[in-house]
């Protein structure tokens, strides 16, 4: 066993290529044997059949990526991420499945490529050789710096992960492509392309220490916020040096026993800090994986602890002047003014039928809901007696998932912008943290103020 934990993701190019190929392989034969039987079943005998086969076949292939770790996990879980927009959503159903939590390496597999970015100034940190956390791509130490006592984390990414990232990222593109499950084109080229430079981001610690500080700054005058100060004399490419804060996950039995109240205003603070990001900053942190906050309990008011931007991204105001419009015309319940907003976020055309138009914003307005200043629409299980949305009964992601789900089956449908789905990404995220909250409050109230500073410009 501790031979496998050791080789964990060292398994030579050459073994990684090979199981991904058999693992497509295996699926494409029995996709394609199921087919072979067609004639003998009714169409729809035949619809469900390939759905029960392509689903338990992806099943297979997704557990293999997850058995090689390393980034053909965070590939998949990417994928899953975009896949809604050009994947068969039994493939996509299976990929959301990825786990991102996996057996650390030992310390003896970690020690070496520590040693060799860090050199004499190891010698100041005692380090705890069990982690705290793993993920994909790398884990979490805790350590101590031994002249200051100054207690740190220290993120270390896995050997070797940062030089397979094309490689492994071209092998499961090529295995979609044998099943057939995406076909070549220059749009889906491009949008491919830039999904693997976004993982190439992310495995990137000194970018991931400029975003903290940079992040930091930011909230600097919030005491809502808290993020951890960088150590920069113990940072490097495959080490980040981090201020250990401790704290709660949203989903803990000690969140759960808050007030409304303090629910509420950690709810609010998650749903502004999302708003600042879009009307004041241009960058935002994408990946709203609940394991990238953690709840400070400071007495009558607790803190969001911010952790982890190796996802953040930079938005150019093409994107986010028609993403603001967008949200702004859908806080006053303005169709047309959505209509125009989705088509200059390029998500349909201005040359497809106006009831395509209207059918996508209706989605987007429906995935605002939350933030329009009218609630009359509004399911009467989604308000309480004040009249305050309930964000946790409102059932709102269920109903955005089944209209988005009939989008997908248009003639007209095109890829939308990678910033796109990052957005929808991130406030889904967000929503579903305002949720396992149990929040009741208006997202209007949060976003007025920003409504009136761009209706004022």
């Not at 995935?367 to 009249?387: D, I, Q």
Request: proline share 4%; net charge negative; glycine share 6%.
């Amino acid at each position: 066993m501790a031979d496998k934990k050791l080789r964990g993701i060292k398994k030579n190019r050459l073994q990684r290529r090979l199981a991904v190929s058999m693992a497509g392989m295996k699926a494409t034969s029995a996709v394609l044997s199921s087919r072979s039987a067609d004639w003998l079943r009714s169409e729809e005998g035949r619809r469900n059949k390939r759905s029960q086969v392509l689903a338990r076949e992806t099943q297979k292939f997704v557990a293999e990526l997850g058995k090689l770790k390393g980034s053909y996990v965070k590939i998949g879980q990417m994928l899953a991420l975009f896949g809604e927009h050009f994947l068969p959503p039994e493939l996509t159903e299976a990929l959301h499945g990825l786990n991102d939590q996996t057996q650390a390496l030992e310390w003896r597999a970690m020690e070496p490529q520590l040693v060799e970015e860090l050199g004499s100034r190891l010698d100041e940190l005692e380090i705890d050789p069990e982690p705290l956390a793993a993920a994909s791509l790398g884990q979490v130490h805790r350590a101590v710096i031994k002249k200051t006592g100054e207690e740190i984390c220290l993120k270390l990414r896995y050997p070797g992960v940062a030089e397979t990232i094309d490689s492994d990222f071209a092998d499961v593109v090529r295995m979609l492509r044998l099943m057939r499950f995406i076909q070549a084109g220059r749009d889906l080229d491009e949008f491919l392309e830039e999904v693997c430079s976004m993982l190439h981001d992310e495995v990137n610690y000194r970018r991931e220490a400029d975003m903290t500080e940079y992040m930091s700054d930011h909230v600097a005058d919030d005491d809502r916020f808290i993020i951890p100060k960088v150590y920069r004399d113990y940072c490097s490419d495959s080490v980040l040096a981090l201020e250990y804060l401790p704290g709660y996950e949203v989903t803990s039995d000690k969140v759960k026993k808050l007030p409304l109240a303090q629910r509420n205003h950690l709810a609010q603070a998650m749903l502004d800090l999302f708003l600042r990001e879009v009307f004041d900053w241009g960058v935002l942190q994408t990946d709203p994986n609940f394991g990238n906050y953690r709840i400070l309990l400071d007495g009558d008011k607790p803190r969001l602890v911010l952790l982890d931007f190796g996802a953040v991204c930079e938005f150019s105001d093409d994107f986010l002047d028609p993403l603001r419009a967008t949200i702004v015309h859908a806080f006053r319940d303005n169709l047309p003014g959505v209509v125009e907003g989705v088509v200059g976020l390029r998500c349909v055309s201005s040359d497809h039928p106006e009831e395509v138009q209207e059918s996508f914003a209706r989605f987007c307005m429906q995935l605002l809901e939350p933030l329009e200043e009218n609630l009359s629409s509004v399911p009467k299980y989604a308000l309480n007696s004040r009249g305050e949305y309930k964000w946790a009964k409102s059932q709102l992601i269920k109903r955005a998932g089944k209209m988005a789900a009939k989008s997908s089956f248009s003639p007209h449908f095109t890829l939308p912008p990678k910033e796109f789905a990052l957005i929808a990404r991130k406030l889904t995220g967000v929503f579903t943290f305002i949720s396992v909250l149990r929040a009741e409050f208006n997202g209007s109230d949060c976003l007025a103020g920003y409504v009136q500073e761009w209706e004022s410009k």
